[in-house]
Nanobody, 122 residues
Framework: QVQLVESGGGLVQPGGSLRLSCAAS????????MGWYRQAPGKQRELVAT???????NYADSVKGRFTISRDNAKNTVYLQMNSLKPEDTAVYYC????????????????WGQGTLVTVSS
């Protein structure tokens, strides 16, 4: 089994910053892409940022220049540094990981975190 544990959400004023963390644990052979998605009330889940194992990054246009994704491969952890937050960034943020499990079949899995709420409001 593989688990993702997210942390770092909360309430912040417009213009403020937050840092989200997501740690993967369990029967993991290797991790490929790690990323973040978000879902605002009444809207569909959308990509925020992704980072394949090769180190390149991909961002939604709405967060470019404000958010930075990074990962610590030794800790199986992905981070999302969010600066200059806006009220429209309010959403539940979900961690997403593509990995190979350390089981008999070395299965490819896509795993989601439980979500962490980010509220940007004055």
């Amino acid at each position: 089994q593989v688990q993702l544990v997210e942390s770092g959400g909360g309430l912040v004023q417009p213009g403020g910053s937050l840092r989200l963390s997501c740690a993967a644990s369990g029967s993991i052979f290797s991790i490929n892409a790690m990323g973040w998605y978000r879902q605002a009330p009444g809207k569909q889940r959308e990509l925020v940022a992704t980072m394949p194992s090769g180190g390149s990054t991909n961002y939604a246009d709405s967060v470019k220049g404000r958010f930075t994704i990074s990962r610590d491969n030794a800790k199986n952890t992905v981070y999302l540094q969010m600066n200059s937050l806006k009220p429209e960034d309010t959403a539940v943020y979900y961690c997403n990981v593509h990995l190979r499990a350390a089981d008999e079949g070395y299965r490819y899995l896509e795993v989601w975190g439980q979500g962490t709420l980010v509220t940007v409001s004055s």
